[in-house]
């Protein structure tokens, strides 16, 4: 298992996130997006930011292999989103997730870093389904997780958290890579 690896495309460089990453992660968790779509977090400043990784990101990556990945440009190295797998509470199986800053939207980034990191999921991490949820109004990554190959299966609400959901499973077969 490729423990703490870093991941290419053609076009970006996908890394595992680390504390110093907390600016980033702090600008990234602020937008108006994320707030609306994945939820507040409530990170003010960078030394919270920097909690957040070392306490939700990082134990995950120690015990798993993986958690959240920044995304950055192989062009000029600037980050521009994450992409990760997650062992979310409530979600049956591991969870892509995914989000990028308003300025690099709709431009196959997000598709592109998600199908990377689905792969690592396949053949480095040996998962054979993953899971992907978003709200019901968060149309975006509705149509991305269906262009990856995701089905909607259902709905769900989190532990703590009474939004209902949208669930989206994909399984991997070898006439998938086809």
Same mark, same amino acid.
């Given at each position: 298992?490729?423990?703490h ?13 680390? !504390? ?31 909690? *957040? ?20 440009? !192989?062009?000029?190295?600037i ?6 797998? *997650?062992d979310?509470?409530g ?7 995914f989000?990028?800053?308003?300025? *690099?939207?709709?431009q196959? *980034?997000?598709?592109?870093?998600? !199908? ?14 993953l899971?992907g ?10 149509a991305?997780?269906? !262009?990856?190959g ?26 998938a890579?086809?």
């Open positions: 298992m490729p423990l690896q870093t991941y290419t495309t053609q076009r970006l460089f996908i890394k595992p996130t680390e !504390k110093e990453d907390a600016a980033f992660i702090l600008e990234l968790f602020n937008t108006p997006k994320w707030k609306q779509f994945i939820g507040d977090r409530n990170l003010k400043t960078i030394t919270e930011a920097e909690t *957040y990784i070392t306490q939700k990101m990082l134990p995950q990556r120690e015990r798993l292999g993986f958690s959240n990945y920044t995304v950055l440009r !192989k062009s000029d190295g980050k521009i989103g994450t992409c990760g797998l *997650y979310r509470e979600v049956q199986g591991i969870d892509l997730g989000a990028l800053l308003p300025a *690099y939207e709709k196959g *980034y997000a598709y592109e870093a998600s !199908k990377r990191v689905m792969e690592a999921a396949f053949f480095d991490f040996g998962y054979k389904t899971s949820i978003t709200v019901k109004n968060n149309y975006a990554s509705q991305l997780l269906e !262009k990856l995701f089905i909607k299966t259902g709905t769900l609400t989190l532990p703590n958290d009474n939004t209902p959901l949208f669930l989206y499973q994909f399984t991997f077969s070898v006439e890579e086809s």
